[in-house]
């Protein structure tokens, strides 16, 4: 549920852009925005996004740049829920959790986020974890820690890129298994020596 001070074509723009920004990694251009509203200037979409800023659902540290902030600020319904950042694609590199890399933040059920925990999402890329219900561009729910046990899926950091892989340990080996309809997607075998930046908790289907 949006806040109440939102106008109906403002919950629209705000909508398209959420969805833009979770699906493909980019926010709307102002021809996209003028285009989804019927709208002849670019002053129109220009002045729904001034309203959303004014109103603290998105910040445009610059020119093109839109930021997406708390969903729904000030609404006593996240009090109930986490705002989890979403800090890319699985498989374009080291997730990197300073405020200027997050794309958005997504308001999270604390029946699935469960504080102290801290979590992040990622969005899947390719369809290497197929199996195990990962599909190309789900949202994954990561919880952040530095361990995990045998047979979880796993965001392992291997040579500064960050993959998703189920963790599987061997006498002098680290084997990270890879569960795909797809043959040609090998394990990928270490020694000791990676990073585990968190275990999958969640994988979510987005279509908004």
Known sequence: MYNKDLTEKEAEVFRLIRRIVIQEGRPPSIREIMKHMGYLSPRAASYIL????????????????IQ?????PGSESHAETLSVPLVGTVTCGTPVFASENIECSIPVSTTITRPPYQYFFLRASGDS???RGIEDRNLVLIRKQSSAENGEMVVALI??????????RADNAIILKPRSSNKNHQP?????????LGVVQAVFDYDD
């Open 50 to 65: 001034e309203r959303l800023e004014s109103k603290g659902f998105l910040n445009r540290p610059g020119r093109g740049q």
């Open 68 to 72: 997406l902030c708390n969903e729904n």
């Open 129 to 131: 974890m197929n199996l």
């Open 159 to 168: 040579d500064e890129e960050a993959t998703i892989k189920e963790l599987h």
């Open 188 to 196: 990928i075998i270490l020694n000791k020596e990676f990073i585990v």
